[in-house]
């Protein structure tokens, strides 16, 4: 089995390039317009990366291409644009029983959605167990970069609405392939990730858990609200975060010549657990997963934050029997790891994981989601 090679464009990568767009655009600053912290289903939002198709039937066309590993790619009406996404049935898949799992590509090169299907080999894992998966596309931003509109992305000027098309996503696939309804996952990779952790905030009410593999909460930028609104409904949160992360910063990053603040391993968890989402009674251990954050200079390059010794973190006792569980990758960049990552001497490698967590990213992923459906 192979580790897969980093496959997305992080934030502090990014900076230079946007800065660069930015100042040939002779904006004062790099940082895109936000969007608005809840986006209502109704939005008239659009991008350039995609025409608009208010004249587009809104019966579903029948797919007309296919991965190379088989998926079919759909098309979806989301406020006057025509979204994609890639959908993969196995033949274990069964209505009314079988679970959802949308995924959620890195930035760049890390997507589209067939490129996501590629590097995770979701399909296999869905051959084994029966799950259907959506590999969603997102749309281009301000930099010609395929990207999604997490909180509070600083690289659109255009914000899509990707609540939405996650939602009527989900909707659709309801209708067709009648998944159970108390079994739809999200996970996503890298700025898949951070959306996926949107996600998890606005659709908790129809997703029973997210799984982050790389990636974090939030951006703050000084033209964006500097916090995050409470979680719709609990949902259990599975954050699996490498510390050599270049370009998803494990302990975070603040960047003074920007204002802007990217999201810790400790402010991700502490969301998740505290009051404004699962409102958890018990932590362990009771302790910081990092003793400091990272800065970055004008130029985008990051000095990391310093690590804790902890290699896991668990939230229980939470509303509606969610769970919040963290896992430290040691030497853990941004891939989607396929090897078993608890063998000693390579890296990545997190020594609580095993047969029952799972070892690999996607046992370690469905695993958790198996054992957290959405509760009556």
């Given at each position: 089995m192979k580790i897969q090679v980093r496959r997305d464009q992080g934030f502090a990568r990014v900076c230079r390039s946007a800065l660069a767009f930015a100042l040939l655009m002779?904006?004062?600053?790099?940082?895109?317009?936000?969007?608005?912290?809840?986006?209502?289903?109704?939005?008239?939002?659009?991008?350039?990366?995609?025409?608009?198709?208010?004249?587009?039937?809104?019966?579903?066309?029948?797919?007309?291409?296919?991965?190379?590993?088989?998926?079919?790619?759909?098309?979806?009406?989301?406020?006057?644009?025509?979204?994609?996404?890639?959908?993969?049935?196995?033949?274990?898949?069964?209505?009314?029983e079988s679970a959802l799992i949308i995924a959620l590509h890195g930035r760049g090169s890390g997507g589209p959605g067939t490129a996501m299907e590629q590097y995770t080999s979701l399909d296999e894992k869905a051959d084994q167990v029966g799950f259907a998966v959506a590999y969603l596309d997102g749309l281009t931003d301000a930099t010609g970069t395929v990207n999604w509109n997490y909180f509070y992305d600083p690289f659109f000027t255009t914000a899509p609405n990707d609540v939405s098309f996650v939602r009527e996503t989900i909707d659709s696939l309801q209708n067709r392939i009648h998944p159970d309804r108390r079994r739809i996952y999200v996970t996503g990779t890298s700025a898949g990730g951070f959306m996926a952790e949107r996600v998890g905030v606005e659709l908790s009410d129809r997703v029973a858990a997210i799984g982050v593999v790389e990636g974090g909460l939030f951006v703050y930028s000084p033209q964006s609200p500097q916090t995050i609104p409470n979680a719709a409904e609990p949902i259990s949160v599975l954050l699996l975060k490498g510390d050599q992360d270049p370009f998803n910063q494990y302990c975070g990053a603040i960047f003074p010549s920007f204002g802007v603040t990217e999201?810790?391993?400790?402010?991700?968890?502490?969301?998740?657990?505290?009051p404004s989402a699962n409102q958890c009674l018990r932590v362990y251990p009771n302790a910081s997963l990092c003793n400091s954050i990272?800065?970055?200079?004008?130029?985008?390059?990051?000095t990391p934050g310093m690590t804790s010794s902890l290699v896991r973190k668990e939230a229980a006792g939470c509303r509606a029997d969610t769970e919040v569980r963290l896992y430290r990758l040691l030497g853990g960049g941004d891939r989607w790891n396929q090897a078993p990552m608890n063998v000693p001497g390579q890296a990545p490698f997190n020594p609580d994981l095993d047969s029952h967590t799972g070892v690999t990213t996607n046992d370690i992923l469905w695993k958790f989601f198996e054992e957290h459906p959405k509760r009556e």
């Open positions: 002779g904006v004062l600053s790099l940082i895109a317009q936000p969007t608005p912290d809840s986006v209502s289903a109704s939005s008239n939002a659009s991008s350039s990366s995609a025409p608009n198709t208010a004249n587009v039937p809104d019966k579903q066309e029948p797919p007309t291409d296919r991965s190379i590993r088989g998926a079919t790619q759909e098309w979806i009406l989301v406020d006057g644009l025509t979204r994609s996404f890639w959908l993969y049935v196995p033949r274990k898949y069964r209505s009314h999201a810790s391993s400790d402010q991700d968890f502490d969301y998740w657990a505290g990272g800065v970055g200079d004008a130029q985008g390059n990051v």
